[in-house]
């Protein structure tokens, strides 16, 4: 994405959350020094003109996950969502983890072993994640930035691991993108690995508003198919039998 489309984004969210953008900076010139030479076309070979599904940590999962499995998990590119990993893995490898680290990493260090692939995003937050995960990650590796991308980084917008998730399937290719485990309300969900309830809640809403935001002015193909939870402007629900 288009830093000038992205940077009113992200002073917003700067402005409400409190962040610490010198911190941010120093998380992705971290990020920017361990990571291996990106391969981004086989990346994106996974979703350029693929359907993918979008997996959250939100409290539906486990249903959601269920009602998939008995669909037969059709032949779509499974993308989770960092802490939403754990719970994936009980069913199939997801192609691709989008992760902040903060989830259960060894689930998702597993799956990357299996071959997935892992998008890491770097943030004021999680500098000590990534200076502790990424020497041990040689191959099939993205590293992701919520400031200005330079070097070996990409931005594709999008802020909380899920909407990253669906903002890097549409900068990358994909055809339509499957929400599920997104309830994006006022409950947290048990994969979720951000426990801070107040702070999690206003990342929430933010995702939601990027979410409607993707679907509408860069027209991204968005389905929700989240069994319970919030319904998202410009995005059109269908619910899984």
Avoid at 41 to 61: D, H, M, N, Q, Y
Avoid at 220 to 237: C, D, F, H, P
Wanted: proline letters at 4%; charged letters at 30%.
């Amino acid at each position: 994405m288009r830093w000038e489309l992205w940077r009113p984004w992200y002073e917003e969210i700067v402005a409400r959350l409190g962040l610490d953008k010198k911190a941010d900076e120093a998380a992705a010139k971290m990020l920017n020094d361990l990571l291996p030479k990106p391969d981004i076309r086989k990346l994106t070979s996974l979703t350029k003109g693929k359907e993918c599904i979008v997996l959250g940590a939100g409290p539906s999962l486990d249903d959601d996950l269920k009602k998939l499995e008995r669909a037969g998990f059709p032949n779509k590119t499974l993308i989770s969502a960092d802490g939403a990993t754990s719970a994936v893995l009980k069913y199939r490898d997801p192609e691709i983890i989008v992760t902040d680290l903060d989830g259960k990493v060894d689930d998702q260090l597993w799956a990357w072993r299996r071959g997935s692939w892992l998008v890491v995003h770097a943030h004021g937050d999680n500098i000590e994640q990534v200076h502790r995960i990424l020497p041990k990650l040689s191959e099939r590796v993205i590293g992701t930035t919520q400031v200005k991308p330079f070097g070996r980084l990409f931005n594709f917008g999008g802020f909380t691991d899920g909407d990253r998730a669906a903002f890097m399937a549409h900068e990358l290719g994909a055809c339509k993108i499957y929400l599920a485990g997104m309830d994006l309300g006022t409950k947290i969900g048990k994969h979720s690995g951000d426990k801070d309830v107040k702070r999690k809640l206003i990342k929430l809403g933010v995702c939601k508003e990027l979410l409607a935001w993707l679907a509408g002015k860069p027209g991204a193909n968005i389905v929700n198919l989240t069994s319970k939870g919030e319904e998202i402007l410009n995005v059109r629900r269908e619910e899984l039998p």
